[in-house]
């Protein structure tokens, strides 16, 4: 700053002053204004200033024995670039302490004739900072007044706008106007200036304008609207009053107070959010101490522009409110992590809240002490008597215990979580008895019908509890089962209704085309069933299972089987491989191993995705790990490898499955590193995985199409390359899961047939089918038990039995074959010297196909056996239909020549059962071997060749003409149906489930 340019304006503060009766119980602000002024700064501006002192003071040389205080000088730079250094002084009256009147000085002048002189005198006078420094000068900057004397260029008149007791705006006025006359006279510059503007009586201000009007004070006297405790247009009127001494045309414009005060508000809050914003940064640790803390802070330009103004008492309460705010923060966090793990720790210690007796004080307390006397209390909770659990969070040592500081259960948190815990469990046992109330009103009621959606029948539950009580979400989703239940129902019922008519589709069983007509000729047939009208509003899904049957008549192989899971050929194998006398070769399959039907399972996948599809399984299985696949219970045991391949080494020769699972690029390429190498490259482990079967799991997870289509075929390839299975996890979560562990049993079983002994059929001497109805509801084991548990059995191929046992005087070989109805096609060529026919009794289609497939077979020995849920007479008079059934049963036994007997399904009986008829077959074994040497020598001769060539060749699949039926409304109205041609396809798609219509 260039002192040379500089202008040097000495200023006049003054104001009304004088005894408590003159001035009102307060000053006018003159002091607080020069302060506000010459030291702008927060920390260096004092509120309380000398009014009353004692002789010693008034004597000193601050005083210096005058009434006016030397403020010292300060240096400004207007906008427009001006430069002027101010020398203030504040004119006052000063009280002795003693008189509490004004001290005598001389020949004392008026105070008004004293603040309007135009000179000062005081020699060595020091400069006014505060009244601290009264009596100890020497400890603050000491600055003498140049010279001793002060030439005043320039008067600020201060005019006080708030209401003060003791003083009237009379008297203000009266002083103001008779000071602006003589400085007018005088012909010195002056600013009007009111003070405490933010504390304003409007009538005060009002009359200070009306000075500024008045005519001899118009264009001479300018006004200022100022509060120095806001520091609010302080400066504009210092600046303004040297602009009126330097005669400047183009002075600084005079904001208003309102507007001034909204200019000084923004700039705080500025200064204030830029500050928050730099603590917030800055101090993240509660712990850190205002020293260290400002140190920090100091640094940054925003932390000095915030103390500037407002302080550094500011400055520390906003530091101290953010750590405690870091503080609260902390605990709160912490609090929650406790109160969740408390949650958390309810649901095991606390499973049934009935525990807790409401009847001797508060459910809580009772709870804690219940929680503080279980065996696991250390296993959760820990106790801290020394200190309370947010002091133990203070401490310097870091705290490693992850258990919950029992006195944490004494906060309103801990209570709250309990009683939502409690609440919980009470509307989750509400919530599971509605639900059951629900699904039986279901099933009570008549008018939900498959293909019905809620919305159709919402109005007949309205009203109802348990279905007010449920959200739509869970009425939905109940809904959605009892649909599933019911239309599952419907189709084999369906499926049954079928089966039932045999006959009408028998002579369906060697056409290749299916013709519209045939479809409607089948269908007039069956149209008026209750079982057929039931699917209406599902037609489509009707048709296709009235297609996939057209297939299996054409094709009866398991494959095909409505039944499939529970289709006897796979069942069979089931009972058979389950019968530990049976003998095999030694082998190391799962079977011979784990008798208990035990998986030991070892999941392998990187990036933690093995752990998550365990725990998919485990969602699915339950916490016992128990399986159920075709009626037989499976004990399931993990191990997980998180892409640690090495694992594989440790597969012992239990291993029962190997389940590999990826979700990206990176996963698979880890994968099929590992797999490579380990199961390709690895000759010493090749007899470990010969045997055991692997999954490739696919599980996309946030991918792109084409890379999610790029991972689908690379892990087809793969799993071509291994020979296993391949599954891509993008359909039900449920039964993705289910479908592995489908495919690891389905393997093993597999696995197990390829071990069992061939035995050579010219080497028998009665070969006997036994022959079953799939669908039959009666324990196959039962059944078969007298067959299988004989101790001279031998089982040489999935189905086929050899039994050494006396038919009359000597021991002969049979040979039994198990089979289904519909795999009896398969031994139609073979020498075959008789059939044992089992059918229930309690259902219709069992004794059709019985009817169809016996008398293919007439002049060959039969036995028919009808399984009764009773035994003895009770099973003929159990109903109308076993009634009925059993009399047509004993019917077509005579027809045929044959045995017939009735057999209970709890009923065991021994191999002796059978043997009266293995008799007969015996006695009739010439003629049976002559019939079957005629019908090969009438086969070779040409007759018959065509029907001979059907049993021998696969057949092809039938093509259906119009394969499906669009069912449209005829012309006329009448409702008739018109059917339109559509490509023809055929029935295997529909059988395998490839392709829906």
Partial sequence: MSLVNMKQINVSVIGLSGTEKDRGQVGVGKSCLCNRFLRPLADDYFIDHISVLSQSDFSGRI????????????????????????????????MDDSTFQPFKVGKMESYIKRCTATRVFSAEKLMYICKNQLGIEKEYEEKVMPEGRLSIDGYILVFDVSSVPNRSIEKQLEFVQNVISIILKNKKPMVLVTTKNDDANELYVREAEKICQRKECKGQVQLVETSAHESVNVDVAFILLAQLVDKIKNRIKIPSY??????????????????????????????????????????HKEWTDFINIFGNDAGQKIFRRHIKKLRDDYLNKKLQQYIEKFSSA?????????????HDGDIWDNARNFLRNQLEFNQYFFDCP??????????????TD???PFDVLE???????????????????????????????????????????????????????CFEALSEHDCQQIYDIHQEEILEKCKENFIELLLENAQLFLQYKNIDIITQDDIRHITDVIQDDSRYKILDRLDQERRLILFQHLGFIHCPIREHCPFFNNCIDNLIGEVLSNKSSLKKKSSDNWKSQNVDKTLNLLIVGSEHLASDLLNDIRMCTGLK????????TYFLNYRIANGDMEAFKAIDVTSSGLICVYSNQ??????????????????????????????????PQDLKENEMEYLRNEGVRLSELLHCDFIDHNQNHQKYVYDILNIVIFSLKLTEIKTYETYPSNQVDLRIIVCLFCGDEYNMENILSPLIDESTITKTAEHLIIIDMFIGDSKKRVELIITSYHGINQYRDELIHGFIYFYSAKRRSSLAYLNILASQNSNIPVQIIAITELGGANAFFNSDLCQFLITEGNSLADKLKGSFMTFSADQFVKFAFYSPFLKIAWDNKYETENLHIEESITIDSGEGTLENSIHQLPRPPPRLESYMLSSTMGTDGSGSENYEMLPTRSLNSLNDGSEKP
């Fill in 411 to 465: 906060t309103t948190e801990a209570e709250t979580a309990f009683r939502n815990y409690v609440n919980s469990v009470q509307q989750d046992k509400k919530k599971v008895g509605w639900k059951h109330q629900f699904k039986l009103l279901l099933e009570e009621s008549g008018f939900v019908t498959p293909g019905k959606k809620l919305s159709e029948v919402r109005v007949l539950f309205m009203g109802r509890e």
């Fill in 666 to 699: 990176q996963s698979f390429e880890t994968l099929k590193d590992n797999l490579e190498r380990t199961l390709l490259c690895n000759l010493e482990l090749e007899d470990k995985f010969e045997n055991l079967p692997i999954v490739l799991v696919y599980q």
């Fill in 346 to 358: 309810l649901e095991y210690l606390l499973p049934d809240i009935n525990v807790l007796s409401t």
């Fill in 402 to 404: 992850v258990r919950i």
């Fill in 63 to 94: 005083v210096n024995n005058d009434h006016f205080l030397y403020w010292g000088e300060v240096h400004k730079i207007t906008d427009d670039g001006a430069e002027y250094t101010f020398n203030i002084v504040e004119q006052t009256e000063f």
């Fill in 625 to 632: 790990g128990e399986y159920v696949f075709e009626n037989q």
């Fill in 258 to 299: 309102q507007e001034a005060s909204r200019y000084r508000k923004e700039l705080l809050d500025t200064r204030s959010e830029a500050v928050t914003k730099l603590i917030r940064n800055q101090i993240t640790d509660y712990r850190i101490l205002w020293i260290q803390g400002s140190k920090i802070l100091s640094q």
């Fill in 386 to 399: 020394q200190v309370s659990w947010t002091d133990l969070l203070d401490m310097d040592e870091a705290v």
